[in-house]
């Protein structure tokens, strides 16, 4: 640490919360060094090769390494099937596309997570079908809330499985941007087999955006039939420009890949354009990238716990997501966390944030993201409303000493604007 000067008080803390993150460190290194061994060995049974990074034009027909890249996410996800594509225009759009490829008219979705993450319900329609949601398809939704402590119903879904017809089942495995907390690997796997338990036919689906790489199996491994993820996120490493996957049963992967694409045509279409070699590079760097954005979140974590705030998860909570929310209790210091994150990206750190509207909320909101790829979130980045409880949703760091150095960045800005007194 020597191009920046930090507090002599706040290093102290700096090197308290190492100390703390220790048992934590290790158990994310020994998940980093199954995953990273796992995606090798898919890569080296299929025989990746210089060639397979070839850029496609047109319709794309016969992009072996565009195929080798679908075989290659099914095998390090656990699944039959998969697909993944630079043209997914985003998460949710990836989402959509597994959505719309599997339900049909009259088809119920039970979302089984409380209310599902803000562009999401847009897709389902909840509130008044707007134009292209599947509610204006006729589908239906229904959801079951999460118990009080943030966990999911079992015993509640399980009875409104058991009395209505559900094609879907739906499981957002990440927090997202609410004060819930993750769903672990083992609890989806309970949660799937409680499900298949009344309702064998239900397609269980899963929003793994933020989960991919923080446990050693994924959900299409422990019961999920299909799950989708963005590669702005976890699965692609901060090298994949843009994009998605969907992973799970070949049938219903199939289904996705017309919905993908067109009817009739499927997978067999869709130009890479040179793409390739970013997505091959960022699923290989995904392990190891998110293990540093979990570092920094548990660090991030006990650091902010012994400053006095509180958090969730804690540092020592197994976590199924990248994400770590700290309560910042006043405005000031919500404003003075992301001026100061800001401060030290590597890209953009002269910016200084300001809280503005956001279309879909009521309060305004300020956000840090001095990243690469624009919107990038496996990437160092903050997002906080302004109300209460005045909580920072950060996540991301591509590698931890720089995403520490911008989370001290951010503490030293509370101290210097006196909205933060060390003891
Ligand atoms: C990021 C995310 C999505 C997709 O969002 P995009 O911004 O469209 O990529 C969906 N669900 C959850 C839980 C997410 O975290």
Request: aromatic share 8%.
């Given at each position: 640490?020597?191009?920046?000067?930090?507090?002599?008080?706040?290093?102290k803390?700096?090197?308290?919360?190492?100390?703390?993150?220790?048992?934590?460190?290790?158990d994310?290194?020994d998940?980093?060094?199954?995953n990273?061994?796992?995606?090798?060995?898919?890569?080296?049974?299929?025989r990746v090769?210089?060639?397979?990074?070839?850029?496609?034009?047109?319709?794309?027909?016969?992009?072996?390494?565009?195929d080798?890249?679908?075989?290659?996410?099914?095998?390090?996800?656990?699944a039959e099937?998969?697909l993944?594509?630079?043209?997914?225009?985003?998460?949710?759009?990836?989402?959509?596309?597994?959505?719309?490829?599997?339900?049909?008219?009259?088809d119920k979705?039970?979302?089984?997570?409380?209310?599902?993450?803000?562009?999401?319900?847009?897709?389902?329609?909840?509130e008044?079908?707007?134009d292209?949601?599947?509610?204006?398809?006729?589908?239906?939704?229904?959801?079951?809330?999460?118990?009080?402590?943030?966990?999911?119903?079992?015993?509640?879904?399980?009875?409104?499985?058991?009395?209505?017809?559900?094609?879907?089942?739906?499981?957002?495995?990440?927090?997202g941007?609410?004060?819930?907390?993750?769903?672990?690997?083992?609890?989806?796997?309970e949660?799937?087999?409680?499900?298949?338990?009344?309702?064998?036919?239900?397609?269980?689906?899963?929003?793994?955006?933020?989960?991919?790489?923080?446990?050693?199996?994924?959900?299409?491994?422990?019961?999920?039939?299909?799950?989708?993820?963005?590669?702005?996120?976890?699965?692609?490493?901060g090298?994949a420009?843009?994009?998605g996957?969907?992973?799970?049963?070949?049938?219903?992967?199939?289904?996705?890949?017309?919905?993908?694409?067109?009817?009739?045509?499927?997978r067999?279409?869709?130009?890479?354009?040179?793409?390739?070699?970013?997505?091959y590079?960022?699923?290989?760097a995904?392990p190891?990238?998110t293990a540093?954005a979990?570092?920094?979140?548990?660090?991030?974590?006990?650091?902010?716990e012994?400053?006095?705030?509180?958090?969730t998860?804690?540092?020592?909570?197994?976590?199924?997501d990248?994400?770590?929310?700290v309560?910042?209790?006043?405005?000031e210091?919500?404003?003075?966390?992301?001026?100061?994150?800001?401060?030290?990206?590597?890209?953009d750190?002269?910016?200084?944030?300001?809280?503005?509207?956001?279309?879909g909320y009521?309060?305004?909101?300020?956000?840090?993201?001095g990243a690469?790829?624009?919107?990038?979130?496996i990437?160092?980045?903050a997002?906080?409303?302004?109300?209460?409880?005045?909580?920072?949703?950060?996540?991301?760091?591509?590698?931890?000493?720089?995403?520490?150095?911008?989370?001290?960045?951010?503490?030293?800005?509370?101290?210097?604007?006196?909205?933060l007194?060390?003891?």
């Amino acid at each position: 640490m020597n191009y920046f000067t930090f507090d002599e008080k706040l290093l102290k803390y700096d090197a308290y919360a190492i100390e703390r993150t220790k048992a934590a460190f290790r158990d994310i290194e020994d998940v980093e060094e199954y995953n990273q061994t796992k995606v090798l060995g898919a890569f080296i049974e299929e025989r990746v090769s210089e060639s397979d990074f070839l850029a496609s034009t047109g319709y794309g027909y016969d992009d072996a390494g565009r195929d080798k890249l679908d075989r290659i996410v099914a095998k390090v996800m656990g699944a039959e099937d998969a697909l993944i594509r630079h043209t997914f225009a985003s998460g949710t759009h990836t989402l959509s596309v597994a959505l719309f490829g599997v339900l049909r008219p009259k088809d119920k979705v039970l979302v089984v997570t409380g209310r599902p993450y803000d562009t999401i319900q847009g897709v389902f329609g909840i509130e008044n079908a707007p134009d292209g949601s599947l509610a204006d398809f006729g589908v239906e939704y229904d959801e079951v809330d999460l118990l009080p402590d943030g966990t999911v119903d079992i015993n509640a879904v399980k009875s409104r499985l058991s009395w209505g017809e559900y094609k879907m089942a739906y499981i957002q495995r990440s927090r997202g941007y609410s004060l819930r907390k993750s769903l672990t690997i083992e609890e989806i796997k309970e949660l799937c087999s409680a499900i298949k338990e009344v309702s064998p036919s239900t397609v269980i689906m899963v929003d793994n955006c933020y989960g991919e790489f923080t446990d050693k199996t994924e959900p299409t491994a422990v019961g999920a039939d299909l799950m989708a993820g963005s590669l702005i996120k976890n699965p692609g490493g901060g090298i994949a420009p843009c994009g998605g996957y969907i992973a799970g049963k070949k049938r219903l992967v199939e289904k996705c890949s017309y919905r993908m694409t067109c009817a009739g045509v499927g997978r067999e279409v869709g130009a890479t354009l040179g793409h390739n070699r970013e997505l091959y590079m960022g699923l290989f760097a995904a392990p190891r990238v998110t293990a540093a954005a979990l570092k920094n979140a548990v660090y991030s974590s006990a650091l902010f716990e012994l400053l006095g705030f509180e958090t969730t998860p804690k540092y020592n909570e197994k976590r199924g997501d990248i994400i770590q929310c700290v309560l910042l209790k006043n405005k000031e210091r919500l404003i003075d966390f992301c001026r100061g994150m800001q401060s030290g990206a590597p890209v953009d750190s002269f910016v200084i944030p300001e809280p503005a509207d956001m279309p879909g909320y009521d309060d305004k909101v300020i956000m840090a993201a001095g990243a690469f790829t624009l919107g990038s979130s496996i990437e160092l980045s903050a997002d906080a409303p302004l109300k209460e409880p005045y909580a920072v949703w950060m996540q991301g760091g591509l590698d931890f000493n720089s995403a520490k150095t911008g989370v001290l960045l951010a503490v030293s800005k509370m101290i210097k604007s006196g909205n933060l007194k060390l003891r």
